[in-house]
């Protein structure tokens, strides 16, 4: 692997700027003429708009405009999408509302943007914004998706009836109905998936650009895949052709989901741009994040789980009611379907799974992809249910799940996904030795001796990465192809630049993709630019999110590492008149194996370019692009293991210890899969125990809208963890890796509620398991 | 308006800002210099922190008129003669950020902490005073170990001095 190669823990190349202060978010940016935008928003869940005006404001200091949706719907600006048709089980298409980037008709949440206010200073656009009179007629609101669907609610779009977007249903309803029917034991739990917030620490924020001497627009935003944000407002937002639009994602503070998907601010900006002949920048504050970027989670399920004599699971039934918000954000509909209910043969051997869907519009932000996306809401489904089941048939969890494990593959389950590889006896193994689970009897003796309650608990989980094969995923209803590209363009002097259509912020591919080239050709990593995120420089690339950049990213970038290769010692054969068969790449040098024959690298390189001497009929220059479209998902899974002591007086938890066992497949810097690890457990572990967005149902007011009411994690909440791994190498891509990004947020819920839950010896729990709650259930089982 | 002058990373500014502007869009907006973050409204997060007279201040909940006259040292202002602090060479040696956006003031209140606590840091007590700095990539993992090693590289070096 060598220091910087492959498999290495190598510090990384970006850090310098971002340690020093030189790291240029979208917020950073400055550009001559640039004014500030700030949104008019409706302080109503579900109103009508009978009037706006401006007049005042505009009449304000510094203001250079305020525009409205009237205007953005004459000139022609779109509708939001949402980019994945499903069809409700009747074989009818979902009910798409309308979703207008201002709202000119109704408001159908709070922070529902209505106007946009363009001036000289953020204070002035603030105080102006302030003087717009919005003349609003109440209606009224539903927040709580199984109320919306209840007779005589209010009804959020003409298109959807009942406020139902599709009721939608995969696996086989007769022959899992039948497993329950004829179970020895069958366990029933209600689920509640809470609804968070991602709060990535950089808020949104966008930086319009119109430049009317070449008619062309300049979006610099905060996203995690900036040719998808071209592509959609270029193809349905009417903002621009693509030749037309440029989008730059420079560096970006995080995304969990929340900045794949294209906001009406992006839009509106780049619109207010050429209405104002200004650039307009944007950028959110923390309390239009918590009501504007699109949540995630908020399901409500029950679950039937059914067992044979030997403790078998001989049946799944799941019912789940998913909770999309006021409109339907790009990938929405994926998330409780695909992403989710696929899934839910967790590890085990199920033969009959059916899992029923509805989708339903409230009064509340739209709810989309969070960091796991249908996969932590699978999870925590089953493994709540596996550890309840556990207790009801008085085995141990651990045995109860090896009980059911896979064990060879591939295996094919009833709800899609066709497993490649895995050994979950091995995580789960791992696991307990690391948490010394023998040991917790005696631990928990010596707690409750100080009066604590203990308890363990455990989650095994799986997920599906490297989303996705297209023809899959477009057959499944997605509007695009999942495929990733890669472009390696070897200098003259022989330094590489590597273009990716992956997006990092916050992964660190400035330096794992540049291992993959120090690896290959033995150079250092110093020498590797990685480029991303700029329409203008990579040609195209579907981003960032569900794991993907490893699985994908990465192999894009080997395929087109292979084409370099296969030039450069066609090259270096020509000069050392050898065998292009014999020429082998190490350290920096192409050599003649076994003979002291060797070109260097960067003469090699600036042979390809001066172009003085090449093989007969060969292209000058060196540089290659790929497009590589996956096989497969790939299946990263493991086992996690939290030990908590509840104190009874107070309802307080504290984690003792948090034990991750991982399968990512093969792993290319181990410091950074720790860190991705670590990360996705705080999250977890903050939904479990801290976090949820509230609304008030009677008005749709959001009651957590910034840190002093939404309780985020902090240093003091978490324990330092215990991570591990035990990998088997992916089969369906190039380098055998899996993903790790969201593992550590679908794995930790159910392990810590499982663990409170065995400590207080009560298992009605919803997450976030507040003191206060767990102080109540606490007490209900005494 | 209001002429403000104070010392910013050694070199005396001066700028006219608005009363109601905030310190932390006085070192963003007027000087230009923007690895100074805001993460939230409400001065919880912490990404905004600086130093003012050599103590960490939060400077979204600083006015600008506030620190005139002051010493501002910012994230731009802690490396030195192109070394990294040992704190900032901490924070990459073990991994210690991903995003970047919190790491700004996460450095500055560490510095801060290793300040005031000499090499006595311990786990429990970085955790605790990392109370008003939120980060949302590392779960504070390695930025606790960051800050360990930093104290104990700090305060072995004050040792060695002494």
């Not at chain 1, 390696?488 to 540049?514: C, D, K, M, P, Y």
Request: with cysteine.
């Amino acid at each position: 692997m060598g220091v910087e190669g492959i498999g290495a823990r190598v510090a990384r190349k970006e850090d310098k700027r971002f340690l020093t202060g030189k790291g240029r978010y979208t917020d950073d940016m400055s550009v001559p003429g640039m004014k500030y935008a700030i949104f008019v928003r409706s302080p109503y869940a579900h109103a009508k708009i009978r009037s706006i005006d401006a007049a005042a404001a505009r009449a304000m200091p510094g203001v250079i405009d305020v525009l409205d949706g009237k205007q953005l719907l004459a000139d022609g600006i779109g509708n939001l999408i949402c980019g994945w048709m499903i069809h409700s089980k009747d074989g009818s298409p979902m009910k798409m509302g309308a979703w207008r980037p201002l709202a000119h008709e109704t408001v159908r949440y709070v922070g529902d943007a209505v106007a946009i206010v363009v001036a000289d200073s953020i204070a002035e656009a603030k105080d102006a914004a302030e003087a717009v009179v919005v003349d609003y007629q109440e209606l009224p609101v539903v927040t709580d998706a199984t109320k919306a669907l209840e007779p005589g609610q209010p009804q959020l779009h003409p298109e959807a009836p009942n406020n139902l977007i599709f009721d939608w249903q995969i696996g086989d309803p007769a022959a899992t109905d039948k497993a329950i029917a004829s179970a020895a034991h069958v366990t029933e739990i209600t689920i509640h998936n809470n609804r968070l917030s991602p709060n990535p620490m950089e808020p949104r924020a966008t930086l319009g650009i119109y430049d009317g001497g070449d008619d062309h627009y300049t979006c610099y935003t905060t996203s995690q895949n900036p040719h998808v944000a071209r592509l959609v407002m270029s193809a349905f937002y009417n903002v621009a052709p693509e030749n037309k639009l440029r989008v730059i994602a420079p560096d970006v503070g995080g995304g969990f989901g929340s900045k794949i998907y294209i906001y009406p601010e992006e839009i509106v900006c780049l619109w207010a741009s050429k209405r104002t002949g200004v650039p307009v920048k944007w950028t959110s504050d923390r309390t239009e994040a918590f009501l504007t970027d699109a949540h995630g989670r908020d399901h409500l399920s029950t679950v039937k789980m059914a067992f044979d004599a030997d403790n078998r699971i001989i049946g799944l039934k799941v019912d789940t009611t998913a909770n999309l918000g006021a409109y339907m954000s790009l990938f929405s509909s994926a998330v409780p379907t695909y992403l989710y209910a696929t899934l839910l043969s967790g590890q085990y051997d199920i033969p009959a799974i059916h899992a029923n869907v509805r989708t339903v519009y409230t009064n509340t932000a739209p709810v989309d992809a969070y960091r796991g996306a249908g996969r932590p809401e699978a999870t925590y489904l089953l493994e709540r249910t596996m550890e309840t089941a556990a207790r009801e048939l008085g085995v141990s969890p651990a045995e109860l799940r090896r009980v059911n494990f896979i064990r060879s593959f591939p295996h094919q389950t009833p709800v899609i996904m066709n497993y490649d590889a895995g050994d979950y006896e091995a995580s789960l193994d791992a696991a307990m030795q690391a948490s010394d689970w023998n040991g917790f009897a005696a631990r928990k003796a010596e707690a409750a001796k100080r009066g604590m309650k203990r308890g363990i608990g455990m989650s095994c989980y799986i997920e599906a990465c490297g989303i996705a094969p297209s023809a899959a995923v477009g057959s499944l209803g997605a509007g695009v192809g999942l495929w990733e590209s890669a472009e390696v363009r070897v200098n003259a002097v022989g330094t590489i630049e590597v273009l990716t259509g992956s997006h990092s912020h916050g992964q660190g591919h400035e330096t794992t993709f540049a291992q993959l080239v120090a690896d290959r050709f033995g150079v250092p990593i110093d020498s590797v630019n990685i480029v991303h995120g700029d329409t203008d420089k990579v040609q195209m690339g579907m981003g960032t999110y569900g794991s993907r950049s490893g699985a994908v990213g990465m192999s894009a970038v080997v395929k087109a590492l292979d084409k370099v290769e296969a030039k450069a010692k066609k090259i270096a054969a020509h000069l050392m008149e050898a065998d292009e068969s014999d020429i082998v790449i190490e350290n920096g040098e192409l050599k003649v194996a076994g003979t002291d024959k060797t070109v260097p690298w960067f003469q090699m390189a600036l042979a390809a370019y001066t172009a003085h001497n090449l093989p007969p009929g060969m292209e000058p220059g060196l540089k290659e692009g790929a497009f590589y479209d996956p096989a497969n998902f790939t299946f990263p899974a493991g086992c996690y293991i939290c030990e908590v002591e509840v104190d009874p007086e107070t309802g307080v938890t504290k984690i003792i210890q948090f034990v991750a066992a991982d399968d990512f497949g093969n792993i290319i810097n181990p410091m950074i899969v720790e860190g991705q690890v670590h990360g996705g457990l705080a999250q977890g572990i903050g939904q479990a125990l801290l976090e949820g967005v509230h609304y008030d149902p009677a008005n749709g007011q959001l009651l957590t809208a910034s840190y002093m009411d939404y309780a985020m994690p902090r240093a003091d909440d978490l324990p330092s963890f215990t991570v591990s791994t035990s990998n088997t190498p992916c089969p369906n891509n190039p380098l055998g890796i899996k993903g790790c990004g969201e593992a550590g947020a679908i794995g930790s819920p159910p392990a810590l509620i499982n663990a409170i839950t065995d400590a207080i010896g009560n298992n009605r729990l919803t997450m976030p398991a507040t003191p206060q709650k767990v102080w109540a259930a606490a007490h209900a089982a005494n | 308006m209001a002429k403000i002058t104070m010392t910013v990373n050694g070199r005396q500014v001066s700028g006219q800002c608005d009363d109601r502007t905030l310190l932390v869009h006085f070192i963003r907006e007027n000087l230009g210099l923007t690895g100074t973050h805001v993460g939230c409204d409400t001065s919880q997060c912490g990404a905004c922190v600086v130093h003012m007279d050599g103590m960490s201040v939060k400077s979204c909940s600083t006015l600008a008129a506030q620190a005139a006259g002051s010493e501002i040292t910012t994230i731009e202002g802690l490396a030195a003669n192109g070394e990294l602090h040992p704190v900032q060479a901490a924070f990459k040696a073990n991994h210690g950020l991903q995003c970047g956006f919190c790491t700004p003031g996460m450095v500055m209140t560490a510095v801060d902490m290793i300040r005031r606590h000499g090499g006595q840091l311990d786990e429990a007590t970085v955790r605790a005073e990392l109370e008003g700095n939120i980060c949302r990539c590392t779960g504070y993992h390695n930025i606790v170990k960051a800050i360990l090693a930093a104290a104990v590289e700090m305060g072995g070096a004050r040792v060695a001095a002494e």
